[in-house]
């Protein structure tokens, strides 16, 4: 467990390498914030956090693979980090963020995750709504 990594994993450089092309800036996990976001936009009061598909349970194809060794350890511990993963918008919520959640298997659509961050964040450049 040591070796894998719970920040700039692959996914989540690709998604920064990909809101930078689109011309937008950010923060990296703020410790102030529940959850510690992935990318945050403090202008914007929103926070996008970066999941890979198999540690945080998606319902995907890659999240839906169960490992063979220690089967019941793995299945407790992805619960966990799901039902983690399900409280963190009600508590950024609560201080006035708003939540995006990209998966990993999002990233094999580049273009239409880049039209959804888009969407999310409005146009790119400096924000200061609230």
């Known amino acids: 467990m040591r070796a894998v990594r719970s920040r700039d994993t692959a996914p989540e450089l690709a998604v920064r390498r990909l809101l930078h092309g689109l011309g937008y800036r950010f923060r990296l996990h703020r410790a102030d914030l ?66 995006f959640v990209v998966w990993e298997c999002a990233l094999k659509d580049r273009a239409a995750l880049a039209a959804e961050l888009h969407a999310y964040l409005g146009p790119p450049g400096r924000s200061n709504h609230g």
């Open 34 to 99: 529940p959850g510690k976001p992935d990318l945050v936009f403090p202008g914007r009061r929103k926070a996008i956090f970066v999941h890979g598909c198999f540690w945080h349970g998606h319902d995907c194809a890659r999240g839906a693979r169960a490992p063979k060794r220690n089967a019941a350890y793995w299945s407790a511990k992805i619960a966990r980090n799901a039902a983690r993963d399900a409280a963190l918008p009600a508590a950024l919520a609560a201080l006035g963020w708003q939540v």
